[in-house]
């Protein structure tokens, strides 16, 4: 890789770079699960620099998704360059999502993979992408289950990385990524319950409070 294209990263954040663009390049053709915020992002930027083409980012929309996030994930994949498909989900039709315990994620989830999954050959990609990293591994994530039941890869956790490092991982020269807003490392809250006091009030029970700046 030519130094312009590296530009000043430390080894241990350029091998990590490198390892999310081999983990890409191994899958063939992907579409990322795409919300538009700094993870799913990253992956983004890095299959669209590996795959081209063979890449596509898949967005939900449904009553449950803010309309500044669908603008703000549009915006992303026009300047990623990515190919950007945006899909209707039907969680709020799922009793066990309308629910809203602890396991709201996982209906969530597999909603949304189970919907990208039937796309596949349209899309004409084989494999779907998350943007789960290292830390979530740590976190109580329901979505997770749904991912491996529909064979999801997580191309972060497989490249060895951390959500502070990410930002840097597509930043070199041609390959900066684009900027992300401020809220972007955000949780799901509306899959987030305080299950302890059965409250129905969404709760984030894996808030970031660091502020992105990946410009």
């Known amino acids: 890789m030519a130094a312009s294209a590296t530009g000043n990263l430390s080894p241990d954040l350029l091998a990590?770079?490198?390892?999310?663009?081999?983990?890409?390049?191994?899958?063939?053709?992907?579409?990322?699960a795409f919300s538009g915020g700094i993870d799913s992002t990253v992956v983004a930027k890095?299959?669209?620099?590996?795959?081209g083409d063979g890449a596509v980012a898949v967005t939900a929309d449904s009553a449950s998704v803010p309309r500044?996030?669908?603008?703000?994930?549009?915006?992303?994949?026009?300047?990623?360059?990515?190919?950007?498909?945006?899909?209707?989900?039907?969680?709020?039709?799922d009793p066990d999502y309308i629910r809203?315990?602890?396991?709201?994620?996982?209906?969530?989830k597999s909603e949304l993979y189970g919907r990208i999954e039937t796309l596949l050959p349209e899309l004409g990609v084989n494999v779907i992408c998350s943007g789960a990293n290292l830390d979530d591994r740590g976190?109580?994530?329901?979505?997770?289950?749904?991912?491996?039941?529909?064979?999801v890869r997580h191309p972060l956790q497989?490249?060895?990385?951390?959500?502070?490092?990410?930002?840097?991982?597509?930043?070199?020269?041609?390959?900066?990524?684009?900027?992300v807003s401020p809220v972007a490392w955000r949780p799901a809250l509306k899959s987030r319950t305080n299950a302890r006091n059965g409250s129905r009030k969404p709760k984030s029970i894996c808030a970031r409070s660091a502020t992105?700046?990946?410009g």
């Open 139 to 151: 976190d109580y994530r329901p979505g997770l289950k749904a991912a491996a039941e529909h064979a």
């Open 158 to 179: 497989e490249a060895g990385s951390a959500p502070w490092l990410a930002p840097g991982i597509c930043r070199p020269g041609t390959s900066r990524l684009p900027p």
């Open 16 to 32: 990590k770079r490198e390892n999310l663009l081999r983990v890409l390049g191994s899958l063939g053709r992907v579409a990322v």
């Open 100 to 108: 809203n315990d602890g396991t709201r994620c996982y209906y969530c």
């Open 46 to 51: 890095a299959a669209f620099l590996t795959l």
């Open 212 to 214: 992105a700046n990946a």
């Open 68 to 93: 500044a996030e669908l603008d703000d994930a549009r915006r992303l994949a026009d300047q990623i360059g990515i190919r950007h498909r945006i899909i209707q989900t039907e969680e709020f039709g």
